[in-house]
């Protein structure tokens, strides 16, 4: 399976925007780029995805760059219900994984009030 | 409302006695999952359904079964649990195609002593 890298942690104040960032250097051409976010005591929730093109929905907004070895994902005011842990997953769409998510450790995100 | 339900919330057993955990989702999902979370080793894959009466492994599967007789059903079966496998197990549904989320269930809590 393709691996993400990302920051263990990070930081923000309320309102502020926030950037997540993910690297996935052996990305296939086949693989979508997946986020969830898990708050406290609480199932992982889906939060956006996308392949080659940013993506915007009511929760957040996706960027992938150019070569699709990384993308960004953006909060564009952080709430303290935001605070979670942010997973960056690829999702293959065929072969033997199809479908397979392969949570790595996330990054902790602390929203300061 | 659209959702993942699993049960029970919370479980303590003994060594050697059979359990059952139950996963059903109300959207009409082909594709159902489980999954275990631990401390340090994230969210792994134990079983995954691309469909009724298909199953197959996921990446920590010893000591679990499941069964995938109804679309909308997928049980965790635990033959002989053990305390190893005190855990947070997730079940996941989404429909079939890459290009969707998974909605998760709220989780249970597995202590076995």
């Known amino acids: 399976d393709a691996k993400t890298t990302q920051p263990n942690s990070m930081e923000s104040n309320e309102e502020e925007p926030v950037h997540l960032p993910c690297n996935h250097s052996?990305?296939?051409?086949?693989?979508?780029i997946h986020w969830y976010r898990q708050l406290p005591s609480q199932g992982p929730e889906y939060v956006i995805h996308g392949l080659t093109s940013n993506v915007n929905n009511r929760m957040a907004s996706l960027a992938i760059a150019e070569d699709r070895k990384s993308s960004t994902l953006i909060l564009h005011r952080a709430t303290l219900r935001d605070a979670a842990v942010y997973y960056c997953i690829l999702a293959n769409a065929g072969g033997t994984s199809y479908g397979k998510l392969t949570f790595g450790q996330g990054t902790i995100l602390t929203v300061h009030p | 409302e659209a959702q993942v339900t699993q049960n029970p919330r919370y479980l303590i057993t003994v060594t050697g006695k059979k359990l059952t955990v139950t996963c059903s989702q109300n959207?009409?999902?082909?594709?159902m999952s489980w999954y275990r979370q631990d401390p340090g080793l994230g969210l792994r894959q134990i079983y995954y359904s691309m469909n009724v009466e298909v199953t197959d492994k996921g990446d920590v599967p010893e000591g679990y079964k499941v069964s995938r007789k109804e679309k909308r059903n997928f049980p965790l079966i635990l033959e002989s649990p053990s305390p190893n496998q005190t855990s947070l197990y997730f079940c996941?549904?989404?429909?079939?195609?890459?290009?969707?989320?998974?909605?998760f269930g709220s989780g249970t809590r597995l202590t076995v002593v």
């Open positions: 996941a549904s989404r429909t079939q195609g890459a290009n969707y989320g998974y909605t």
């Open positions: 052996t990305i296939s051409g086949t693989d979508y």
């Open positions: 959207m009409n999902h082909e594709y």
